[in-house]
């Protein structure tokens, strides 16, 4: 911007949604901030765990087939803060495997929680992570016959950055390589609702998940809640310790204890989420994004490139052959001012490849369209 102070900058980078909240939605939550300067709606404290209604809303509506009770509900202030907390359940004396490319907060919370080992420069790869890497020469997806056992897998589906929305015979191969090996899933579904096949929009669609699997979500990129703040994480009950002990005692505990509860006015949103006019709104939204998902990967396609993602993403995730990520980021920035985010900043996989979002007003991406098809690759 220094150096190009008059330019439009177009961010195609940060997955930050753009397009407003639907209104039966802010209009709950501005009900209910309203009704806390009365003594009769004034609420303070809530439960830790979340509103019993939401949970049982969420129950009901996203897993209502699978099982999912409300009591295995613990709403939070977004999926990135569950999986500290996780962390934190979990501890710093375990194994870990990661999506590689994946998104870097599994990766970052190992480091902090003290999983993680000596950073590897020559391989950007930190000492006692198992990157597991996901390209298109294996679907996207790990080769578990060459992957070691660790203790927890962080495993995000639809994956972001590639777009990539794990099959069912995937899924199955990773819970039964969980149960074999005595290992927790920690299973990422932010991107479910962009789902457009039948790919498997939750982990408990698959037999035996519910023994090894903890799922995080979220509101943020299905209801524009990135600001406002509210997700969830599912433990089940089934799901125990070596010795037969509860995890979802311990991690009740951690929330107990490290967290205050989720923003009643957050929640009150989030019911008005999972009405039938919130759920409307939402999958409107969806597809308003997915819609620029189209045009981009058009975009990109038109001018040659090997691309992937925007079919159950709203990311798109384009292979510059023999370039440096950082080296495209810098391209496309300096001639045509469009942000956009290296692969390599999701792990060494990602190199040549990045990132594009599709989270954008249609004006901006059909601008962005417009200049990205005057460079030749």
């Not at 969420?58 to 999986?83: M, N, P, W």
């Not at 790990?142 to 069912?168: M, Q």
């Not at 299973?187 to 698959?206: K, L, T």
């Given at each position: 911007?220094?150096?190009?102070?008059?330019?439009?900058?177009?961010?195609?980078?940060?997955?930050?949604?753009?397009?407003?909240?639907?209104?039966?939605?802010?209009?709950?939550?501005?009900?209910?901030?309203?009704?806390?300067?009365?003594?009769?709606?004034?609420?303070?404290?809530?439960?830790?765990?979340?509103?019993?209604?939401?949970?049982k809303a969420i129950a009901q509506k996203f897993y209502g087939h699978l099982g999912v009770t409300d009591r295995e509900v613990f709403i939070s202030d977004g999926s990135q803060c569950d999986i500290s907390r996780l962390q934190m359940l979990l501890g710093s004396n375990l194994t870990t495997a990661v999506q590689d490319p994946s998104f870097p907060a599994y990766i970052d919370s190992s480091v902090i929680i003290g999983?993680?080992?000596?950073?590897?420069?020559?391989?950007?790869?930190?000492?006692?992570?198992?990157?597991?890497?996901?390209?298109?020469?294996?679907?996207?997806?790990?080769?578990?016959?060459?992957?070691?056992?660790?203790?927890?897998?962080?495993?995000?589906?639809?994956?972001?950055?590639?777009?990539?929305?794990?099959?069912?015979?995937?899924?199955?191969?990773?819970?039964?390589?969980?149960?074999?090996?005595?290992?927790?899933?920690?299973?990422?579904?932010?991107?479910?609702?962009?789902?457009?096949?039948?790919?498997?929009?939750?982990?408990?669609?698959?037999?035996?998940?519910?023994?090894?699997?903890?799922?995080?979500?979220?509101?943020?990129?299905?209801?524009?809640?990135?600001?406002?703040?509210?997700?969830?994480?599912?433990?089940?009950?089934?799901?125990?310790?070596?010795?037969?002990?509860?995890?979802?005692?311990?991690?009740?505990?951690?929330?107990?204890?490290?967290?205050?509860?989720?923003?009643?006015?957050?929640?009150?949103?989030?019911?008005?989420?999972?009405?039938?006019?919130?759920?409307?709104?939402?999958?409107?939204?969806?597809?308003?994004?997915?819609?620029?998902?189209?045009?981009?990967?058009?975009?990109?396609?038109?001018?040659?490139?090997?691309?992937?993602?925007?079919?159950?993403?709203?990311?798109?995730?384009?292979?510059?052959?023999?370039?440096?990520?950082?080296?495209?980021?810098?391209?496309?920035?300096?001639?045509?001012?469009?942000?956009?985010?290296?692969?390599?900043?999701?792990?060494?996989?990602?190199?040549?490849?990045?990132?594009?979002?599709?989270?954008?007003?249609?004006?901006?991406?059909?601008?962005?369209?417009?200049?990205?098809?005057?460079?030749?690759?």
């Amino acid at each position: 911007m220094k150096k190009y102070p008059n330019a439009k900058v177009i961010s195609l980078g940060i997955g930050d949604t753009t397009f407003p909240i639907p209104d039966v939605i802010t209009s709950a939550m501005s009900d209910f901030a309203s009704c806390l300067s009365t003594p009769q709606g004034y609420r303070g404290y809530g439960p830790e765990q979340g509103n019993k209604e939401l949970r049982k809303a969420i129950a009901q509506k996203f897993y209502g087939h699978l099982g999912v009770t409300d009591r295995e509900v613990f709403i939070s202030d977004g999926s990135q803060c569950d999986i500290s907390r996780l962390q934190m359940l979990l501890g710093s004396n375990l194994t870990t495997a990661v999506q590689d490319p994946s998104f870097p907060a599994y990766i970052d919370s190992s480091v902090i929680i003290g999983q993680s080992g000596d950073f590897q420069a020559d391989t950007g790869r930190y000492q006692k992570i198992e990157y597991m890497k996901c390209g298109p020469e294996n679907a996207f997806f790990p080769d578990l016959s060459t992957v070691p056992r660790t203790d927890v897998i962080f495993f995000c589906s639809p994956n972001n950055p590639t777009g990539h929305a794990a099959s069912r015979k995937q899924l199955e191969q990773l819970v039964q390589f969980a149960r074999e090996n005595g290992s927790i899933i920690v299973y990422d579904s932010a991107y479910a609702a962009y789902i457009q096949d039948d790919s498997p929009r939750s982990i408990y669609e698959i037999p035996g998940a519910r023994e090894v699997a903890i799922e995080v979500s979220t509101f943020s990129k299905i209801a524009g809640f990135t600001g406002v703040r509210l997700g969830w994480t599912i433990v089940p009950e089934e799901l125990r310790y070596s010795n037969g002990f509860p995890i979802i005692n311990d991690y009740n505990r951690i929330v107990c204890t490290c967290f205050n509860g989720a923003s009643n006015i957050s929640q009150a949103g989030g019911l008005a989420c999972l009405s039938s006019e919130g759920l409307g709104a939402m999958l409107s939204v969806v597809d308003y994004y997915m819609e620029n998902a189209k045009i981009l990967k058009q975009t990109f396609t038109s001018l040659g490139l090997k691309v992937y993602g925007g079919r159950n993403a709203p990311f798109i995730w384009v292979l510059f052959p023999g370039k440096k990520s950082w080296d495209v980021f810098n391209e496309i920035l300096e001639k045509m001012h469009i942000i956009t985010v290296p692969g390599s900043g999701f792990g060494p996989a990602g190199e040549g490849f990045i990132r594009i979002s599709a989270f954008g007003r249609r004006e901006t991406t059909l601008e962005a369209s417009k200049r990205l098809k005057m460079i030749s690759y």
